[in-house]
Structure formats: C-alpha cells, structure tokens
C-alpha cells in the first residue's frame, strides 16, 4: 500500500479530506465513491490472509513452521518408545500448538516409567516446536494401523 504515514487510518482519513476539498471547490464528486470503492478493495484484499489463517485453525490444519516428520524423529529419539503414530498436530487459537499421537512403547513398562518418558517428551517437544499441549495414548505390542497420519 503506498502510504506516507505508518497508521494506515491516518492515510486513509486524509484520503476523504481530500476527496471533500475537491468536491465542495471543485465539484468533483465521483471522487467519493472512487475513494471508498479503493479503500473497500484494499479492506478486502487485507481480510484474505486473516481468513485464510483463521480457515486453518477451524479446520486444524498442521501449522506452519512445523514439519511432522521432524516432530516423529524427535519422538523416536526416546529410547523407551519404537514407534509413533496417528498423529496430529494443530492450532486450537494464534498462540497454542496441540499434539495427540499413539506411542509405542518397546517394553511393557509400568505406569511411572511412562509418565517420566511423557514429562521428557512434553519438555522436549515445547522447547523444539513450541507445543504446549499434548495428548499420548501408550501402547505395548498392538495391533493396530501403524501409519503416521496427519
């Protein structure tokens, strides 16, 4: 947008003095439609990357900036855990990244052992990717669809 001022308001209110200037001296009055139809297209072309953000975070898309398979690596990384998957990674609001995924555990390990493998996890993934919240369903020898699915 070509703009003097940093406040887009501001350009836009001197717009319309202009406007009325030239219509009360000068008679130009298809100046004002013209004025407000450019600043109509310029509030509607400004409105598709909000909608466009907005339209993934109702539809919880993975979010930009995070790549899945890294998020995977970083999982299996865990010397206790053999496999994830059915995993899902999206944005509940601007700030909060949400994960859910199944872990496979290599062992049939007790319940404590898994809550320290989560807590490690949990750290890990908010340092590396800024996930805050996460959701694990632990698992030992299921069998069940082994695919990662975003």
């Not at 407000?36 to 907005?54: H, P, Q, R, T």
């Not at 996890?121 to 975003?150: A, G, P």
Request: proline letters at 3%; aromatic letters at 12%.
């Amino acid at each position: 947008m070509l703009s003097l001022s940093p406040d887009p308001y501001i350009f836009y209110i001197c717009l319309y003095l202009l406007g009325g200037v030239l219509m009360y001296y000068f008679g130009i009055f298809w100046i004002d439609p013209l004025i407000s139809a450019l600043i109509a297209f310029y509030l509607i072309w400004a409105s598709f990357g909000l909608v466009k953000e907005s339209s993934a975070i109702l539809m919880q898309f993975t979010p930009k900036g995070i790549n899945v398979d890294e998020v995977v690596r970083s999982i299996e990384e865990e010397p206790e855990i053999e496999d994830v998957h059915h995993i899902h990674v999206w944005k509940l609001d601007d700030n909060h990244i949400h994960l859910e995924a199944h872990l496979d555990f290599k062992e049939d390990v007790a319940l404590s052992v898994s809550n320290h493998v989560i807590d490690s996890l949990e750290k890990k993934l908010h340092k590396s990717f800024d996930i805050e919240h996460t959701t694990f369903q632990c698992e030992y020898q299921r069998s069940d669809d082994k695919h990662v699915i975003v």
